[in-house]
């Protein structure tokens, strides 16, 4: 069992930049691929970003890409999705992931077995 923790979010400027985190605890996170995803107002939850376990496979949205990104530090079973360049758009509950099952990136939510409770993130214009 996997217990994720997302930190990191709250209240910004359009332009400004946040870095979430996502602590890991319990079994061998360390090995997870491990993903990002969204819930922005309105919509279904989608997938922001994800990284394979040794973090030198990475993936995004395209929504994303160029602005967002996701390492992770496994000595302390944390990942951070690093958001720069933040849009009014990009107000979202933010959510991390943990797949046991996958051995590289991946965008879909049914790869998944473990999510965190989310943190809420707004962008002001």
């Known amino acids: 069992q996997v217990q994720l923790v997302e930190s990191g979010g709250g209240l910004v400027q359009a332009g400004d930049s946040l870095r979430l985190s996502c602590a890991a605890s319990?079994?061998?996170?360390?090995?997870?691929?491990m993903g990002w995803f969204g819930r922005f107002p309105g919509k279904e939850r989608e997938f922001l970003g994800s990284?394979?376990?040794?973090?030198?496979?990475?993936g995004y949205a395209d929504s994303v890409k160029g602005r967002f990104t996701i390492s992770r530090d496994n000595a302390k079973n944390t990942v951070y999705l690093q958001m720069n360049s933040l849009k009014p758009e990009d107000t979202a509950v933010y959510y991390c992931?943990?797949?046991?099952?996958?051995?590289?990136?991946?965008?879909?939510?049914?790869?998944?077995?473990?999510w965190g409770q989310g943190t809420q993130a707004t962008v002001s214009s």
């Open positions: 990284i394979n376990w040794s973090g030198g496979n990475t």
């Open positions: 992931a943990a797949s046991r099952r996958v051995g590289t990136w991946s965008p879909w939510q049914s790869n998944y077995d473990y």
């Open positions: 319990g079994a061998t996170s360390s090995t997870y691929t």
